[in-house]
């Protein structure tokens, strides 16, 4: 497996408060990375600096080879609210994001094509004249993974994506992700607070401390998919993670 | 008060009738008024309540005498060149502030709240002694006086872009010029158009007076001719037709294109 | 965009904005030098008729006429813009009226047609002005409280009466804090455009007051008294709002959802005036 995103020594501030110092880690080509950490130990901002949204203040973000800098074409974002664009319905929306990174590079039809063959696999091929406003909120979430995937970056960068979705429809597109990250063979990096959601989900687990912020620990899961939670290699995964989790939360107080 | 959440018995009845009610009440609320000033302006001197039909009179003969439907054409002249020049200086002075954040404090810590206490008859007093008795002072009064609703107005809109919009736009394109044409201007649009709006209700009463004090045409300049030769009844003539021009433009044009725009818009 | 440190920010926004006061005083002394001083009065000259101005008694009478005049206008005009906007709550029918009739009515009636008729029908008292003041002001708190009680949702006065079915009950603890924040904002804009409009009644109707007064320094071609007492007034409007309307948005602020809240009062340190009286519906 080769490193498709590469963090060396970096070190980011906001004023005065210092949010990593010295933070190293790598995702593998093709692989499901989740992170897990404490609330505010800087999981979005991490996401922020490897799509190249914020600059670092010292050490290397390598992407795809290049610096991070120049390597934003090969990222797309799922954010926590889907940020569709209410003026436009499904399809714009899926066509905007290829708009904006390819603008007339890509001829409208190929474009129009593109987002209703996605919006076809994220499982909303009837409603793809409908306005935000008429979707419900994993539909949503449905349209920005469809806008992400259109651009067809290498990687996509999820951040905390479900967690404003009923427990239902959160454990629903759980399973679709898989499914599509499976059929598209993307690396995708996974922000999440729920230790269930990184064990059904990742490769590898990243876990992180509180500010400044290192990585605790990395943690392999090699169970196959779909995947028992309940099963004793997820348990004790889970009991590590808890345990991670709850102790980087006593070195807060 | 009866409960008001909807039942759900099927048909459109329920809202309908409290429509009509709602219409009835109202249409026998303006008929009763005009009754009453009817019976009122019997008994009064003309001078101070003249009769509806008086009035009426008046009202046509503004549409029939040429010089009296200019004035009407000077006035929303003026309006609209000062709406237009104040929306225009407005949204630039807030774009300034957005694009160089250091003069925010002297954009809405100095300069606003200081044009927005500075009176508005002063304003009009200074310009007929620099500019003189004619349209170049109505103007500018008008303008100056709108000046700071339009850049709060443009400047609140400028302030409540979605950050987070933005930052999506960022994250999937770096041009700036698709950034502002598929998302920062179509966001703003609500505002501009809504500043335009607020520019032009608070235009009229503002060149009506500016055309009282230092104007040498429009209906300002008609009021205050009523005025000085007792010509109640013009004074309500002028007053029924500007409050039908700006009823009509305000709730019939802007209000469509305002209620478009909030659904197309609508976020939940 | 960089973004400076915090306390780097606020001294060079504090340095821009002087600056811009600096420039403008500037700006005016050296425009002044090109025109006869009873064209353009230079600020050295406007300072020294404001210090006359100060120590006039008569210049204290007219403006405590006009601000006496001011204070009652804006507390009854918001009395009444508040009533007239909550009867639709107790008597359903009344809101066509008024959302139909009074509020475009009295929205877009000329305000110096107002001054005039106050002068026909009440002659030159400071009754009439007060009076025409109150016309023209009251329909920014009508507006508002209109707004507000469409705002505030049958639910939390659903809750109130699931609790008890006073209804007295239910308007003061219930009903009127929720309005609170509405009518305290059509005061506030009341305040404003009675200071900035309103003085156009004492234009046609008063002997006293400072619309009178700048009448009378316009009648003399005095234009440097003419700009200390807009100075003046834009120090009064400064004072009342900063010393009473804001510490009264302040107090019923968080009852406001913070969006709505970002939309009314920005950053507070200046007196804005936004009619939302036009802005909406
Ligand atoms: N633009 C900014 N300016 C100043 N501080 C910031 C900024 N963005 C983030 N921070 C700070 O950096 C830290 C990390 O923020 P971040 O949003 O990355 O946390 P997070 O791990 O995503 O938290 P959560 O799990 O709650 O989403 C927080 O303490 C936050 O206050
Ligand atoms: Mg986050």
Not at chain 1, 19 to 28: G, M, Q, T
Not at chain 1, 77 to 103: C, H, K, M, T
Not at chain 2, 8 to 24: D, E, N, Q
């Amino acid at each position: 497996m080769t490193a498709i995103i590469e963090l060396d020594n970096v070190s980011v501030a906001f004023q005065r408060e210092v949010v990593y110092d010295r933070l190293s880690f790598s995702v593998n080509d093709g692989e499901f990375l989740c992170i897990v950490g404490p609330s505010g130990c800087g999981k979005s901002t991490l996401l922020r600096v490897i799509g190249d949204l914020l600059g670092v203040d010292m050490g290397g973000v390598t992407v795809a080879g290049s610096p991070a800098a120049k390597a934003w074409q090969e990222i797309a974002y799922v954010f926590q609210s889907p940020r569709l664009l209410p003026w436009r319905d499904a399809e714009a929306n899926v066509i905007l994001g290829q708009q904006l990174r390819f603008g007339r590079a890509r001829s409208m039809s190929e474009m129009r094509d593109k987002a209703r063959s996605l919006l076809e696999l994220v499982g909303l091929g009837r409603d793809m004249h409908k306005y935000p406003a008429m979707l419900s909120g994993g539909e949503r979430q449905r349209v920005s993974i469809a806008r992400a995937l259109a651009v067809e970056p290498r990687i996509v960068l999820m951040d905390e994506p479900f967690s404003a979705l009923d427990v239902t429809t959160r454990r629903r597109m759980r399973t679709e992700i898989v499914e599509i990250w499976k059929k598209t063979g993307k690396t995708i990096v996974f922000v999440t607070h729920e230790i269930d959601e990184a064990l059904e989900l990742a490769d590898r687990v990243v876990v992180l401390s509180a500010k400044p912020t290192r990585v605790l620990e990395t943690i392999s899961i090699a169970a196959a998919r779909p995947r028992n939670l309940a099963g004793p290699e997820l348990n004790a995964a889970r009991a590590r993670l808890s345990h991670l989790l709850g102790l980087s939360g006593h070195h807060q107080e | 008060m009866s409960m008001s959440t909807p039942s759900i018995s099927p048909g459109s009845k329920p809202p309908l009738a409290v429509l009509t009610a709602r219409r009835v009440s109202t249409v026998i609320f303006v008929v009763a008024l005009f009754a009453l000033w009817q019976w009122y302006s019997m008994n009064m001197p003309p001078v101070l309540i003249p009769s509806p039909a008086r009035v009426f009179d008046r009202f046509a003969e503004l549409w029939t005498d040429p010089r009296n439907l200019a004035y009407a054409i000077d006035s929303l002249v003026h309006v609209v060149v000062s709406v237009l020049l104040a929306f225009v200086l407005g949204v630039a002075i807030a774009l300034l502030g957005y694009y160089f954040d250091v003069l925010d404090l002297a954009i809405y810590g100095r300069l606003t709240p200081f044009l927005n206490s500075f009176s508005s008859i002063g304003w009009a007093f200074l310009a007929m002694i620099w500019f003189g008795v004619n349209e170049g002072s109505v103007i500018f009064a008008t303008t100056i006086v709108l000046l700071p609703f339009a850049i709060i107005n443009a400047g609140t809109g400028l302030r409540e872009l979605d950050r987070e919009m933005i930052e999506m736009g960022r994250s999937f394109g770096r041009g700036a010029r698709r950034q502002i044409i598929w998302i920062i201007l179509p966001m703003m649009f609500p505002y501009l158009f809504a500043t335009i709006r607020l520019c032009f209700g608070i235009g009229w009463q503002v060149v009506l007076t500016a055309e009282l004090l230092c104007g040498s045409s429009g209906l300002g300049m008609l009021i205050n001719l009523a005025r000085q030769r007792y010509w109640t009844d013009m004074v309500f003539a002028v007053a029924a037709l500007i409050l039908i021009v700006v009823y009509l433009t305000d709730r019939i044009i802007f209000a469509a294109i305002q209620q478009r725009l909030r659904r197309r818009y609508e976020l939940t | 965009m960089s973004s400076p440190s915090g306390a780097g920010r606020l001294i060079s926004q504090r340095l821009a904005a002087e600056g811009l006061v600096v420039a403008a005083i500037a700006a005016w002394w050296f425009s002044s030098a090109q025109f006869p001083v009873n064209v353009f009065p230079s600020p050295l000259q406007v300072f020294w008729e404001l210090v006359r101005l100060s120590m006039d008694a008569e210049f204290w009478g007219h403006a405590a006429a006009t601000g006496i005049r001011v204070l009652l206008a804006v507390v009854l005009a918001t009395v009444l813009g508040s009533g007239l906007g909550m009867l639709p709550r107790y008597v359903p029918w009344t809101s066509g009226i008024i959302d139909d009739v009074l509020i475009p009515f009295f929205t877009s009636f000329p305000a110096i047609v107002w001054a005039i008729l106050g002068t026909i029908w009440f002659g030159l008292t400071g009754t009439a002005i007060l009076i025409v003041q109150v016309l023209i002001i009251f329909p920014f708190c009508l507006v508002n409280v209109t707004e507000g009680n469409k705002d505030i949702g049958g639910e939390e006065i659903e809750m109130g009466r699931s609790f008890g079915r006073r209804p007295l009950a239910i308007f003061w603890r219930i009903e009127l804090p929720l309005l609170a924040p509405f009518i305290i904002s059509g005061a506030r804009i009341s305040y404003g455009v009675c200071w900035k409009i309103s003085l156009i009644a004492e234009l046609f109707g008063g002997r006293s007051g400072l619309g009178y007064m700048m009448q009378w320094a316009r009648d003399f071609g005095s234009v440097d008294s003419i700009i200390a007492i807009c100075l003046a007034i834009v120090f009064f409007v400064t004072i009342g709002d900063a010393f009473v309307l804001r510490p009264l948005t302040r107090l019923f602020e968080p009852k406001l959802e913070p969006s709505r809240r970002r939309s009314f009062l920005r950053r507070g340190g200046q007196g804005v005036i936004v009619p939302p009286a036009l802005e909406g519906n």
